[in-house]
Every structure is written in C-alpha cells, then in structure tokens.
DNA sequence: ATGAAACCTTATATATTCTATGGTTTTTAT
DNA sequence: ATAAAAACCATAGAATATATAAGGTTTCAT
C-alpha cells in the first residue's frame, strides 16, 4: 500500500504529535500515513533539503510563528513554504495557524498560496483527516475561519490601497496622530490629510471621524 | 419545530423541484425546510416583494442565467440577488449556478457577496443539506470548484487591471486584431501597444506572443 | 478662552499616462 | 521569395492625476 509522507512543523512538540498520532492511526483507503515532525526552522530545512533527491514529502504542515534559535529577522513558516515550493514544487503545503486574521492569511495565500489553510482552534481528528483526502486529491482545503476571512477579502476586492495608504491606517489605529505621520510615511501633511479623506469616502464613511475609518478599514479586512 | 423557508429560482424546473424533495425530506435536528420556487426573474422578485413584510425567507437559491420573458437587457439571479440584500438583508443567499469560470464567480463574489456559492455539477443530497446548514449557522459554503477559483484570485489579488486592461485581454481572447481595438476600447494605438506590453511583463511572459499572454491570464482566472 | 490638532481650500509643481508620429521587426499570403 | 499588413518600439508633446505649499476654518481639550 502507498506511503503518504508528510512533514510537520511547529515549534509546540504537542501539535506535531498531535497530527502524527490521529494520521498514522487513521485507515484511509488507498494509502497509509507517515508523519514526520520539526520543531525548529532550520530542522525543517534540513529534512526538506534531505528529501529534496530522495524520498520528496507530499505534504507539509506548517505552523506560522516558530520559536527563534538567534537573534535576526523572524523565521516564520511562511518562510518555510516559500523555500519549500523553490524545492519541492509538488509538496502540498498546508498552514496550521493560530491566525485567523485577515491580514495574515491574505498575506500567506499570496505569497505561499498553499493547498490548504487551517485556523488551529478549528482543528480536529475529523477536520485533519478531510485535509489530507482534500489536498492530495482536489485542493484546497480551508476551515471555515479562512474561508470568512477569504470571503470578505473577496467581496472587498475592488478596494486597492498601496503601501502608504496601509501606512495610514495602521498607523492612525495605533494613535499616531495626523502631523506625526510625516515621519512615517514620506507624504507631506495635505496629502495624508486627502489620503485619509480618500479613504473615508472609499470605506463609505464620509465626514466621519477616524475611528469610524478604523473600524470599517477592519471589519473589511485591511488591518 | 421551526420552518426554514427558502425560495428556489431556475428556470429549469428540475433544478428547483430536485432542490425542494431534496431538501424537505431532510431531517434536520432543530427545524424543518419548506421550498418555495419560481422560475422566471418577474416571478421571484414578486415573491421576495411580498415576503418583505410578512414571513421574510431564510435562504435564496438563486441559479444565475435564467430565461428571458422580454428583450432587453437580461436580467439574471445576480440582479435578483442585488435587489434581495436591499430589501431582504437578513435573507442568506446562494447562488447555484453552471459557471465555474473564474470571472463569473469573482463578479458575483463582489456584487452580491453570497453567503454560498455551489456549481452545479457538484450540487447532491449531501452538499445541499450541509450547505443549508452551514449558510444557516457559519457561513459561507463554497463547493470545491468555486474554492480553486477563489484560490486562484486570492493567489493574484496583488495583480489589479482596469476596465480596459479587461477589454484588452476580452478582446485578444477572442482574436481581435490590435488595431482594430480602437474602436473598442478607446484608447489610441499606441496605448493599447503599451497597455498589452505592460500586461505580458505584469504576467511574467515578456517578449512572448498574444497566445502565451492570453494563456496566462486564463491561468490565473482573469479572463 | 486659548492653543493644538484636525480639516479644508486654492494655486503651483511634479509625476504619470495618453497621444501623435515615424520608424523597425515580424507575420502572412501569394 | 517578396510585398503588404500587422505588430512592435521609441520619442516628444499634451492631458490628467497626484503632491505640495501656504493659508484659512473648524473642532476639541484644558
């Protein structure tokens, strides 16, 4: 019977059991799982380095946020499935994140696009069971989390903002106030100030006030 | 016991009497289903007006070309479902429908934001009852065919075309010379040249043919 | 009441995009 | 193989949109 390999990461050794004890005992049909497990980047690597000529993982799970061996820029596992997909372009590649916000799981499925998305809190012996039949054989799978998220991504398309205008809302809903943002955003004060009026007319909020921007900027999804 | 009321629009009656012995023979836990149909545009937007201000349905089926009673411009389970989230907004809507081109699905996903999105090839007794309860409960249900359209807009939402960006690749799709686009497009020769340069480097086949663009763009769902 | 920040207006400057023109290369039909 | 048509490319000037500077008004907190 075939072998289906999956390598998963997470830098909580709980979760990676986790999937491996409720795969390896669950009697799929035409195949049989082996989990294999990582708690650090770099050890997710290796194991895919090492598979590259050999063997070759057909899924991965990938946890976001790993746990930093050095000092630098953060490791994440979207790191992991961009490096995945240069070496392994037919892995399969799932997330399996705490994050359920539309920010990172836009960002993921842009930058990854991955076959399957899990938001953790969703997860159980049910739902990683359906994952796996999905993804081999008619990707993608998403929990229904994602799929709110991508939802509203969806209906909100027609709204571009660029760089600075994202600049602008972040900031504005950490407090910065309007002449600060000077500093942040290379835009003399007028042209933030029409940014924003821009902003409010897009988001339908007109002669309102910013937290009103703020508040619909998150209810669709951009922050 | 409570009644789920839904209102099922095609005009093929099949569609819709399939949908209603399907759905009231269900035996749901918490309520029980009736099925309303229509099967023309006037004959659904007469019976939405009247629920307006009496039971208000629950669910709104809505298949997306129907036929036309007068000439004209067609009005389709789109319109239908637009003039629904005016007057009904609390009513979940899902569309049931033949398309599964990416276009298709996008539009409606922005116009309309459906709480579900079924291709009809996948529609049967098992993806109607869980779409019923998921819409109802935790919505949105998409069945898998509008998922990877989904996943393909999401993976390329970073690529963003105007309207004549759109004309220029309908048009190169269905073999109109270059210039003969004038006439369609206006926008003057060279622009269009530009338009078409821009495109082929924004889709990654620079210095290649129509063909290659053409083809890319269908990859990626936008034509 | 007063000062600070936010908000708005207008004129000018800057940048982007479109057009017109004229050329070169590629494709197509004979 | 060759001539005509279409596609492709480059440049300069026109049109459009966006940013800035300067100055005024409104709003808010103390």
Do not use: C
Not at 74 to 95: C, L, Q, S
Not at 161 to 181: A, P
Request: aromatic share 8%.
């Amino acid at each position: 019977m075939k072998t289906i390999r999956i390598l998963a990461v997470d830098d909580h050794e709980m979760s990676t059991m986790g999937y491996k004890f409720i795969l390896e005992d669950t009697e799929f049909d035409d195949f049989k799982v082996f989990v294999d497990t990582a708690k650090t980047f770099d050890a997710a690597v290796e194991k895919i380095e090492n598979s590259v000529n050999s063997f070759q993982y057909d899924i991965l799970l990938l946890d976001i946020q790993l746990s930093q061996a050095v000092e630098g820029p953060a490791k994440t596992g979207e790191d992991i499935g961009i490096f995945a997909r240069k070496v392994i372009p037919k892995t399969k590649i799932v997330f399996m994140s705490s994050f359920s916000d539309n920010y990172r799981i836009n960002s993921i499925l842009k930058t990854v696009d991955p076959e399957g998305y899990m938001v953790k809190t969703e997860i159980d012996q049910k739902s990683l069971q359906a994952m796996v039949l999905t993804v081999l054989n008619n990707p993608p799978y998403y929990t229904q989390k994602a799929l709110a998220a991508i939802r509203k991504k969806m209906a909100n398309d027609d709204i571009v903002l660029d760089e600075k205008d994202k600049k602008i809302l972040h900031f504005l809903s950490i407090g910065t106030k309007t002449k600060d943002m000077v500093n942040h955003v290379s835009l003399s004060l007028p042209s933030i100030e029409n940014r924003k009026r821009h902003l409010k007319s897009v988001f339908g909020v007109e002669k309102q006030n910013d937290q009103a921007l703020i508040t619909e900027s998150r209810n669709r999804g951009f922050i």
